[in-house]
């Protein structure tokens, strides 16, 4: 008779288990919310319909048990995250899109130009228009307040700043040294933004009129001076790493 008690609490145990394990595959790791859902929960959340907006990415993170959506309408870029369990919103991202005129519908505005925001930026690091290259100057939204983002870089520095479009104030600024102990040379030899632009494009095959690019920057590491530039195309994003001396395309990488 104990054996068979021993047994009853073996099985007993295993089905308490058993239970306990169904109980966590249906309420913490199987998806009670589809993609279909948690899109339509990222355009409820933003305020947009799903006619007015283009779908970049959706890709299901299983470690934080989310879907991660991006897309865009004709004035703003969206990141939103929705956890696939509860449908609750993670994260909200928005930001105006490249090349888009602030000024245009609706009752956005910003109250300073792309030239005045260039403006400001050489006004504090004392240099001219002469001197530099530019390689970002966007709208961007930091912590609630909107600035512009403005990147640029001479023969031994490159420069970030943030100007708050409202007070027209840098609110932030970094500066680094171009050169280093790598086997790259100064900046007078870079091929420019422009040229990066062109060597990406050439090799995707695509024109300039065909694509927006979210980013052409120009970043030293170690005194190596590359281009990292992204541009989507028909639901894809094209990512690059560009030496930026001699034009040698370092890396590539396209997905949805």
């Known amino acids: 008779m104990k054996k068979w008690k021993i047994y009853g609490i073996i099985i007993t145990v295993v089905l308490v288990l058993v239970l306990i394990g169904l109980c ?3 309420f913490v790791f199987r998806e009670s919310i589809t993609e279909a859902e948690a899109q339509n929960i990222a355009y409820e959340y933003a305020g947009v319909s799903a006619s007015n907006v283009t779908i970049l990415t959706i890709q299901k993170d299983r470690e934080d048990r989310e879907y991660e959506i991006r897309f865009y ?4 870029e969206y990141e939103i995250d929705v956890n696939y369990n509860s449908g609750r919103v993670i994260n909200f ?3 105006l899109r490249d090349n888009v005129d602030a000024n245009q519908g609706g009752n956005t505005t910003v109250s300073m130009s792309e030239d005045e925001a260039r ?3 050489l006004q504090r690091v004392g240099k001219t228009q002469d001197e530099v290259t530019f390689t970002r100057v966007r709208v961007d939204r930091e912590n609630g307040v909107t600035v512009y983002d403005v ?5 031994e520095k490159e420069y970030e700043l943030s100007i708050d479009v409202d007070t027209k104030e840098v609110i932030s600024y970094k500066e680094d040294y171009l050169t280093g102990n790598g086997n790259n040379t100064t900046s007078t030899d870079y091929i420019g933004a ?3 632009r062109e060597i990406v494009l050439n090799h995707a095959g695509l ?5 927006r690019f979210n980013k052409v920057e120009l970043d030293v590491d170690y005194g190596i001076a590359t281009y990292e530039l992204e541009f989507y195309y028909d639901y894809y994003e094209y990512d690059y790493e560009v030496d930026a001396v001699t034009g040698e395309i370092l890396k590539y990488e396209r997905g949805r």
């Open 24 to 26: 966590l595959y249906f």
């Open 73 to 76: 309408d004709d004035m703003y």
């Open 93 to 95: 991202e928005k930001d």
């Open 119 to 121: 403006s400001i930026a």
């Open 151 to 155: 990147y640029f870089y001479d023969n």
């Open 194 to 196: 422009d040229r990066a």
């Open 207 to 211: 024109a300039s009129s065909d694509v």
